[in-house]
């Protein structure tokens, strides 16, 4: 009887360390090839300012451990976006791993999977233009991204094909992320919103600044049109400009009314634009005598003003489709010939590049031309100019900024200017 007693009581005992056995293999199995599904914190729509502004550039995906890339296709996601309250899709234009969350020109081993989208996609801009205002104005975008395919990594886990779309967590916007964002405020409450890239520093050295104007499409507050309007403000900072010229690149925002104006000449945005400058040049390490200026459009004339009022100031001048002279003329209204150079006897010695396309529709190429001429007239000898012929500006002649700024030429001048 006893004998029967401990023959069950082995039995027992060994049914339940068999059971033991198969639930830690079993749960061994989970480790090594358990499932997941994506998660909003493990996305990042990557955005990229081109010279016609903002658009959504690409997706980044954290999966956590290195990506088998076997198991990774163009037909592995699709990537939406809600546009007038209906799902758009986007045009996938690459699908690769990475070792970091942003592009590249190859594909490398790593733990993020990007999807490139097609900029040229007519869902791709960021922004859009409100013709009566004047103004840009960034989209309230929900971007959103449908994994369609099971997807291994490293370990065995497998992220598993879904219907869910997953809404990024975070966006990105290379170079615009690394200027700075500031206010300044003045002692009688006037403010002015900017924002500062800062160049990698050497102690005891000083660095050159270049002051960039914007135009009138990206008045606001939110200081980020001026960054995300064109390129104008970005190609001082970008990684190749930085490695031949490090130098600090300031972008003031000027505010939006209802009457479009000449809005850098007027008060308090001249006084207040000023006020930002010292101000920043004294919290940091600039060379006063390598302080540049340029601006595109109403910031062309923002640059001929603040030139003429602090020749003092400045080493070089770059006014994009500006008008130099404005004390009798409006925005808006016909061209007006200059009548009287001595005016610009102020900047008669400042190295100026002055750039205007021929068919420009909006600021009449004649102003440029007037003050050019004017300039040589009463001895200006450091005067360039640069016009585009009809047609050589696309899509639009007022756009001469692009061109522009991608003149390398022109670039490497202005920081070989000195006071």
Not at 109 to 116: A, K, P, Q, S, Y
Not at 173 to 196: A, C, H, K, W
Request: hydrophobic fraction near 40%; proline fraction near 5%; charge should be negative.
């Amino acid at each position: 009887m006893n004998r029967e007693k401990m023959c069950k009581q082995i039995r027992i005992f060994s049914l339940i360390m068999l059971v033991f056995f198969i639930m830690a293999c079993s749960s061994d199995g989970e480790n090594k090839e358990g499932t997941q599904e994506l998660k909003p914190d493990n996305v990042t729509l990557i955005t990229k300012v081109l010279p016609l502004g903002e658009v959504a550039y690409a997706i980044a995906i954290d999966f956590e451990e290195e990506v088998h890339s076997s198991t990774i296709s163009e037909a592995s996601f699709e990537v939406e976006v809600m546009k007038d309250e209906e799902m758009e899709s986007r045009t996938i234009s690459s699908v690769y791993t990475n070792d970091q969350a942003e592009i590249s020109q190859v594909s490398r081993t790593g733990r993020f999977v990007i999807i490139e989208l097609d900029t040229s996609d007519p869902n791709s801009s960021m922004l859009s233009f409100q013709h009566e205002a004047f103004l840009h104005t960034r989209k309230e975008l929900a971007y959103t991204v449908t994994q369609k395919e099971d997807i291994t990594v490293s370990s065995g886990t497998i992220f598993v094909a879904s219907t869910e779309r997953v809404e990024p967590l975070d966006v990105k916007t290379p170079i615009v992320d690394q200027f700075g964002e500031f206010t300044y405020r003045n002692e009688v409450g006037s403010e002015m919103p900017y924002r500062l890239f800062e160049p990698t520093t050497k102690s005891n050295e000083e660095y050159p600044l270049v002051l960039f104007l914007h135009g009138s499409g990206e008045r606001g507050t939110d200081n980020a049109l001026q960054l995300l309007g064109n390129q104008s403000a970005l190609v001082w900072a970008n990684s190749e400009q930085q490695a031949n010229n490090p130098a600090y690149v300031l972008a003031p925002q000027a505010p939006a009314h209802e009457e479009l104006t000449a809005y850098w000449t007027e008060k308090p945005n001249d006084s207040l634009l000023e006020e930002v400058l010292e101000d920043v040049m004294e919290q940091y390490p600039i060379d006063r005598d390598r302080i540049y200026v340029t601006g595109v459009s109403n910031g062309g004339i923002g640059t001929w003003h603040i030139a003429l009022k602090r020749p003092d100031l400045f080493a070089a001048a770059v006014p994009v489709c500006g008008i130099a002279i404005i004390a009798n003329y409006s925005i808006g209204e016909p061209y007006t010939p200059l009548e009287d150079p001595s005016e610009l006897e102020p900047v008669k010695d400042m190295p100026i590049w002055v750039f205007h396309a021929a068919d420009d529709h909006l600021v009449d190429v004649r102003f440029s031309r007037d003050a050019v001429a004017a300039l040589k007239s009463i001895g200006g000898r450091t005067i360039h100019y640069t016009e585009y012929p009809e047609g050589a500006v696309e899509p639009d002649g007022h756009f001469a900024w692009i061109p522009a700024y991608q003149n390398q030429e022109m670039i490497d001048w202005v920081f070989q200017q000195s006071k």
